[in-house]
T-cell receptor, first 112, second 112 residues
Framework: GENVEQHPSTLSVQEGDSAVIKCTYSDSASNYFPWYKQELGKRPQLIIDIRSNVGEKKDQRIAVTLNKTAKHFSLHITETQPEDSAVYFC???????????FGKGTTLSVSS | EAQVTQNPRYLITVTGKKLTVTCSQNMNHEYMSWYRQDPGLGLRQIYYSMNVEVTDKGDVPEGYKVSRKEKRNFPLILESPSPNQTSLYFC???????????FGSGTRLTVV
């Protein structure tokens, strides 16, 4: 079955720096890769996603890249701000109709 | 407002006392799912449902039951709760399994 590995488990950056979180997946048939942000005490919320026919997607300060050959995808946050501090989860779905498999999460801390 | 509603938000119960956590969505989503979140383990799927009367086990189904008699509701039942089921539970829904999920606010369950 699909397995999603996420690194690092914790990440600390200074405000204004960039942050990168990486995930690898095991099943080459995976075709949908969302990222969720979970602030302390709140629910996970979808922040960006990418499908396997796209290599990169941007939304303001966040971007996701996908390398299908290497079976990994990454979340990039530029110009980090304290409000970016949260737990970030990556996920992967093998194909339409199958459930998302989540990584174990990355706790991002942005200090001012 | 489009949302997934879980109740209760907090619950403390005793070992063996049956309980139900309710989940309801107003987005006409086909797919619904239950996750538990534990420190260091990320989001693990308990059960999911592709449509009314269609349910299946996720990664950690032991000790849980679900039902999907109506499209909007997907309750999680713990017939005989045990302390190892102390966790944060999230219900999620989506148009399909491999699509962005909308999560409920979570239920923090403590079994003593």
């Amino acid at each position: 079955g699909e397995n999603v590995e996420q690194h690092p488990s914790t990440l600390s950056v200074q405000e204004g720096d960039s942050a990168v979180i990486k995930c690898t997946y095991s099943d080459s048939a995976s075709n949908y890769f969302p990222w969720y942000k979970q602030e302390l005490g709140k629910r996970p919320q979808l922040i960006i996603d990418i499908r396997s026919n796209v290599g990169e997607k941007k939304d303001q300060r966040i971007a996701v890249t996908l390398n299908k050959t290497a079976k990994h995808f990454s979340l990039h946050i530029t110009e980090t701000q304290p409000e970016d501090s949260a737990v970030y989860f990556c996920a992967a779905s093998i194909r339409a109709g199958t459930a998302l498999i989540f990584g174990k999460g990355t706790t991002l801390s942005v200090s001012s | 407002e489009a949302q997934v509603t879980q109740n209760p938000r907090y619950l403390i119960t005793v070992t063996g006392k049956k309980l139900t956590v309710t989940c309801s969505q107003n987005m006409n989503h086909e797919y619904m799912s239950w996750y538990r979140q534990d420190p260091g383990l990320g989001l693990r799927q308990i059960y999911y449902s592709m449509n009314v009367e269609v349910t299946d086990k996720g990664d950690v189904p032991e000790g849980y039951k679900v039902s999907r008699k109506e499209k909007r509701n997907f309750p999680l039942i713990l017939e005989s709760p045990s302390p190892n089921q102390t966790s944060l539970y999230f219900c999620a829904s989506s148009f399909e399994a491999s699509y962005g999920y909308t999560f409920g606010s979570g239920t923090r369950l403590t079994v003593v």
